[in-house]
């Protein structure tokens, strides 16, 4: 379950182990929130790293 989480004024929204795996992310992974006209909010990868 997605958890969002406060620090130092920002806030990090964590994801869930399963979905990071599936789609092969880690933590050099860049990603972007967006949302569309509908107000619905998307992940966007911005730029994959490899280690």
Known sequence: ???IIVNNG???VTI???LAESHGWN???RIRFCEDREG???IK???KVKK
Request: glycine fraction near 0%; avoid cysteine.
């Open 40 to 42: 619905n909010v998307f």
């Open 16 to 18: 869930p182990k399963e």
């Open 45 to 47: 990868v911005i730029d």
């Open 1 to 3: 379950m997605p958890k």
């Open 10 to 12: 920002q806030y990090k």
């Open 27 to 29: 933590k050099s992974t």
